[in-house]
């Protein structure tokens, strides 16, 4: 009778986390780079958020703080809405475009094939200290026509993404250069 009296209402598990919380996690675990950039017009707060640069969150309120709750939960419900649309598109797409493993994706080509490791190389590095960006180029020696072209990858908040973004490209040049044979071998 009285167990339920005596367990708590509200525990650390259910307890929801606190937007701007959850929105610099979720951004740390993905190696993206948060921005907030705060004006006041009047007696109203702006609150901006950007993930690598790009605004996926707005809110206004007459206190900063308040505003910028509200804008890391506006962005967090648009990053979730990605999320689920690229969830979608993979999933129809199948395993084809696999960018989590774009770099052992082009491992494997390499030792089926019989070619060198792929050569990674540091094209830049830059931007402030709480935003770098990195961009990597990759090159295979192919054994029978010798060095493929470098690829360069897109500017990314990390290495292992730019390399990815790099492989990604490399990938797609090894595919329509060296298309697979009918009988299944490459």
């Not at 598109?89 to 493993?101: I, P, S």
């Not at 050569?119 to 090159?139: L, M």
């Not at 500017?155 to 329509?176: F, G, H, I, Y």
Request: with cysteine; aromatic share 6%; hydrophobic share 35%.
């Amino acid at each position: 009778v009285f167990q339920p009296l005596l367990e708590p209402l509200v525990t650390p598990e259910t307890l929801p986390m606190h937007p701007i919380r959850e929105l610099q996690e979720r951004c740390q675990q993905q190696a993206e780079g948060l921005e907030y950039k705060a004006s006041r017009a009047g007696n109203v707060a702006t609150v901006e958020v950007f993930v690598d640069g790009v605004q996926i969150g707005v809110a206004q309120n007459p206190q900063k703080k308040m505003a910028q709750k509200l804008a890391a939960r506006n962005a967090l419900v648009v990053l979730k809405d990605k999320e689920t649309a690229a969830k979608k598109e993979t999933e129809k797409d199948g395993d084809k475009n696999n960018a989590g493993f774009t770099r052992q994706t082009l491992n494997d080509t390499c030792l089926r094939r019989q070619w060198p490791m792929p050569q990674y190389r540091c094209i830049n590095e830059g931007g402030p200290a709480h935003a770098k960006r990195f961009v990597y180029a990759v090159r295979v020696n192919t054994s029978d026509c010798g060095w493929t072209d470098e690829c360069v990858g897109e500017p990314m908040p990390s290495v292992k993404k730019a390399k990815d973004s790099a492989a990604m490209l490399l990938l797609e040049l090894l595919n329509r250069s060296f298309p697979d044979k009918p009988d299944g071998k490459k």
